[in-house]
């Protein structure tokens, strides 16, 4: 039995879910999320709550199946109610972000500064060196936050580049503290 798959969404006021043959809908105040069922996969909605089933409970593929869809329905809920956020941090002598219109403009260390469009349902904002990433879609926004970040990422020695806020990077001695030690 999946335990997350097993529980019970229940879905709060101004949220309709729709459930066609293989896909569900879900549209809340924020937006509006589909996604493309698993053929083994069932979800049922009644009244205030929904629930996924899978073909097989024994299975093992579809155990996992189970869980994973059940976690995608409970992340589209919570995301037209709230929404999702993700925070990048630069550090950097000369690293700065800025916005040029709906796209975040990157100046990282290269000779030229790096644009960035915002994919459908994605806003970015810029505070000094904080890039904050917001949206209805959370695979989204990680995906966005993890191509932002993949431009510069975080070096050991100085520790510059973009990171996570909750990020911890481990710094690495340079070449003159590793030749005091061994002399």
């Known amino acids: 039995m999946s335990r997350i798959g097993k529980k019970v969404i229940t879905i709060p006021a101004g949220v309709t879910v729709s459930i066609e043959k293989d896909q569900v809908a879900v549209k809340g105040p924020k937006g509006e999320l589909k996604l493309k069922l ?6 049922v909605c009644d009244k205030n709550e929904v629930t ?9 593929q579809d155990r996992a199946l189970w869980g994973t869809f059940s976690s ?21 002598v000369g690293y700065k972000a800025a916005m040029k219109g709906t ?3 990157l100046e990282v260390g290269f000779s030229h500064p790096v644009e960035i469009k915002p994919a459908a349902g994605v806003k970015f904002a810029v505070d000094k060196n904080l890039i904050t990433i917001e949206g209805v879609d959370k695979q989204m926004i990680g995906e966005m936050a993890a191509q932002i970040r993949s431009i510069r990422k975080p070096e050991p020695y ?8 909750t990020e911890v990077i481990r710094r690495k001695a340079g070449k003159t503290a590793a030749k005091g030690a061994a002399a």
Do not use: S
């Open 158 to 165: 100085k520790g510059k580049g973009i990171k996570y806020v």
């Open 38 to 43: 698993h053929p083994r996969v069932v979800v």
């Open 52 to 60: 996924t089933q899978v073909v097989n409970e024994n299975n093992k």
């Open 103 to 105: 796209n975040l403009m």
């Open 72 to 92: 995608l329905v409970i992340n589209m809920v919570k995301g037209v109610t709230e929404g999702f956020k993700k925070e990048l941090e630069i550090n950097g």
